[in-house]
């Protein structure tokens, strides 16, 4: 039986309209709108397409979307300077700093350098460490999505064999703390990444599997246990081939591309109780987390301020 398809776009729909209505209730009482302010180095067409989904996302739920677009030559001393000039400027609720920035400016760096009430990426140590003592304020968005898209199964993960592929600071690390953040009721994961030797093995065994790697058909058929819940994470853009396997292309003789994740999904979807898709899973949701993400900076805030 095929599996169930968790739609991270009705989901995503759900909570910017429960967002909404938090911020209609969180500006009549405080009088002040919530203010995400993004930092964009230079030029990236990809950036570009993620700002104006920021921004529309924003403008749906009441937040004020402000964009600082600065010169390609801007050095991490000029970057640390501005980012400590929103830090310290009470009309900004939350930064958000543009990926990817420039080769020579250290990214770790400034996203360090952004104060912990305002880190609506969750990025900085201060957050981090907040998820290591299972008690976090902001996380990061796309960790926070696809816990979410879990949690929408309603299955019950205690005990649960869980493998997540990929260790990133941004969704395998993450995840990880997420699903060990309660005494009684944690999960028991297995990371893999690069320096697996066995990847099949771990997967194999896995009651959920969670794909963060950026490798389209990584995980096939044979490596997914049967009735497993899959969230891919993964985003890759690949080109779409004809019956022979050639690669589409159009009348000015460019290839035709399409999105897909980490799992080959016609695979997945038949050995998944759960599965989702992509586009249409994790992507949508995270945008709605940084939404989230700016409230609870907002409420933070606030609450500094009494």
Request: glycine share 8%.
């Amino acid at each position: 039986m095929a599996a169930k398809i968790i739609d991270g776009k009705s989901l995503a729909a759900k909570f910017k309209e429960d967002t909404k209505k938090e911020i209609e209730q969180l500006k009549e009482r405080y009088k002040v709108v919530p203010v995400l302010t993004a930092i964009q180095v230079g030029e990236n067409p990809a950036s570009r397409v993620y700002v104006k989904s920021q921004k529309k996302s924003c403008e749906e739920v009441g937040i004020n979307y402000q964009l600082h677009e600065l010169p390609e030559a801007t050095s991490d001393e000029e970057l640390l300077r501005f980012v400590e000039k929103l830090n310290t400027d009470d009309k900004v609720t939350g930064i958000i700093l543009e990926m990817p920035l420039p080769q020579k400016i250290n990214a770790r760096l400034v996203q360090m350098a952004i104060t912990p009430t305002k880190d609506v990426e969750g990025m900085n140590p201060s957050n981090m460490g907040m998820l290591v003592y299972g008690n976090p304020r902001l996380a990061p968005c796309t960790a926070l999505a696809a816990m979410e898209l879990l949690k929408s199964t309603g299955v019950d993960i205690k005990g649960k064999e869980v493998t997540v592929v990929g260790h990133s600071e941004i969704v395998g690390k993450p995840i990880t703390l997420f699903l060990l953040s309660s005494v009684l009721e944690s999960a028991t994961p297995t990371v893999c990444h690069i320096a697996t030797r066995d990847l099949a093995s771990h997967t194999r065994n896995a009651e959920i599997l969670i794909v963060a790697v950026g490798k389209a058909g990584l995980i096939k058929g044979d490596m997914i246990k049967d009735g497993a819940i899959i969230i891919d994470v993964g985003i890759n853009r690949v080109p779409v081939l004809d019956e022979k396997g050639n690669p589409v292309v159009d009348s000015e003789g460019k290839r035709t591309m399409k999105i897909v994740g980490d799992v080959v999904f016609e695979e997945g979807v038949e050995k998944a109780s759960y599965i989702t898709p992509v586009p249409g899973g994790v992507g949508p949701l995270t945008v709605v987390m940084l939404l989230r993400n700016t409230v609870t900076a907002y409420k933070w805030q606030m609450e500094k301020k009494k």
